[in-house]
Nanobody, 115 residues
């Protein structure tokens, strides 16, 4: 069992920046993908960004060019740098760890962008 703990959410004005962190409780060995998803009220959870153990990244269309996903394996931590935030980025952001047969999720962190 792996626990994921997100941090870094909060309230920010449009155009501002935030950096989210996702700390894993254990070192992950083997192929895996770490990702960020978000869910706004009344909407389905959507992909924000993912990064493989090899460093290959993928972004949702709405955040491409504004958000950057990264990881520090020495710290068992993933990051999401969010720049040029928009009110429509307001959501609960969830960290995900995808292994071959199982997914782990964090508890979520609220990001609110005011106009």
């Amino acid at each position: 069992q792996v626990q994921l703990v997100e941090s870094g959410g909060g309230l920010v004005q449009a155009g501002g920046s935030l950096r989210l962190s996702c700390a894993a409780s254990a070192t992950i060995v083997g192929g895996h993908v770490m990702g960020w998803y978000r869910q706004a009220p009344g909407k389905q959870r959507e992909l924000v960004a993912t990064i493989t153990d090899g460093g290959i990244t993928k972004y949702g269309a709405s955040v491409k060019g504004r958000f950057t996903i990264s990881r520090d394996d020495a710290k068992n931590t993933g990051y999401l740098q969010m720049n040029s935030l928009k009110p429509e980025d307001t959501a609960v952001y969830y960290c995900n760890l995808h292994l071959t047969l199982v997914d782990f999720w964090g508890q979520g962190t609220q990001v609110t962008v005011s106009s």
